[in-house]
């Protein structure tokens, strides 16, 4: 095989890039480090997160643009880097490229999107929509499954599709993504405890004590020290971290099922066949299919390594081009 077919998913906070034959080969922050006028790159991924983490004078920046969607420019250069990663300085033999892409996504950042692709070193550039990468990933056969609802539980958002016959025929934000539910810790522990912490440690926090459903309020509580500033410990039980992050599950929970509303009673039926299917990092919290479960009534299953699920289905979509047919892709 002299080309190799990558499929590469930009997200929010990680970039993960799957190779055919391969698997996942990178899974890292989506992060940037340049000198401080911001005119050199000194390092890409998780070497600019080791770098910016020694305190080294270096500027960050990240591949998601205030606000929402992703900054083209750095996703240009970090497009460069993987494919440079993966195939080798000399491009000798240009990739075959697949990017998944938020579905709302315009025609005119659909074509710079591509542009990009193919001056980072691609021979050939594809885009699919991440729900429909999201469900190949997750091994559901996309082009004859009647309804599956996909939901994605990212860093910027949730998101949610419903996936039949090969198309998404509806989709909706259906509530914050971890970024927020960090927020809503360090929130919390401020609140309580007196001590800002660092969104980093949230998010540990988040990884390490959180559960969708909380935890006996009376139940012993794991406990852990938190370094904070000047009161140097605190201690914070899985009860305050959990019901902390509660309102944001409740509204992914009523968001889906929302969704799962508008659908036709053939399509709803198919749906409780199937269950709902959760990818994104998200996915891994604990508790969180059960939880959604008991709210939706339906089953709730998690897509096998959900935080790499939406590269896995890009780059396998591009061994199985017919799936993208329908004016939903582009290539050059
Ligand atoms: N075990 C875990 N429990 C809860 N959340 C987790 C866990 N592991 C990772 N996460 C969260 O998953 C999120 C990252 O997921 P993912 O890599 O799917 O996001 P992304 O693709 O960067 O973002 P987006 O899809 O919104 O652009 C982070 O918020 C991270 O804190
Ligand atoms: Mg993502």
Do not use: W
């Amino acid at each position: 095989m002299l080309s190799k077919k990558i499929g590469i998913d930009l997200g929010t906070t990680r970039v993960v890039v799957y190779v055919k034959g391969e698997g996942v080969v990178v899974n890292e922050p989506a992060l940037l480090a340049t000198d401080e006028k911001g005119s050199r790159i000194l390092a890409v991924g998780a070497a600019a997160s080791e770098l910016l983490g020694r305190g080294t004078r270096a500027r960050a920046v990240h591949l998601a643009r205030d606000g929402d969607g992703l900054d083209y420019g750095v996703a240009g250069t970090m497009l460069h880097h993987l494919i440079g990663r993966v195939c080798g300085r000399q491009r000798i033999f240009r990739p075959d490229v697949m990017l998944s892409i938020p579905a709302q996504v315009t025609g005119a950042e659909r074509r710079a999107v591509l542009e990009a692709t193919m001056q980072a070193g691609a021979k050939t550039a594809y885009l699919i929509e991440k729900p429909l990468a999201a469900a190949i990933g997750a091994n559901i056969p996309v082009s004859s499954v009647r309804a599956v609802v996909v939901c994605n539980l990212g860093a910027a958002s949730s998101d949610a599709a419903v996936i039949a016959m090969g198309d998404v025929v509806s989709m909706e934000r259906v509530g914050p993504g971890g970024t927020a539910l960090d927020q809503m810790i360090l929130s919390a522990v401020a609140e309580r405890q007196g001590v800002r912490i660092a969104p980093s440690e949230a998010e540990d926090l988040k990884v390490r004590l959180a559960t969708a459903t909380l935890p006996a309020a009376d139940g012993p509580g794991v406990t852990i020290a938190v370094r904070a500033g000047h009161p140097s410990t605190v201690t914070i039980s899985a009860a305050e971290v959990s019901s902390a992050i509660a309102p944001a599950l409740d509204e992914i929970a009523s968001g889906l099922a929302r969704l799962i509303d508008q659908v036709t009673p053939e399509q709803r039926s198919q749906i409780a066949a199937f269950g709902v299917v959760l990818t994104g990092g998200g996915a891994q919290l604990r508790g969180v299919s059960g939880f959604l479960s008991g709210r939706l009534g339906l089953p709730v299953k998690i897509a096998r390594d959900p935080q790499a699920c939406i590269a896995v289905g890009t780059g396998m979509a591009l061994e199985n081009l017919q799936v993208i047919r329908r004016g939903q892709h582009y290539m050059t």
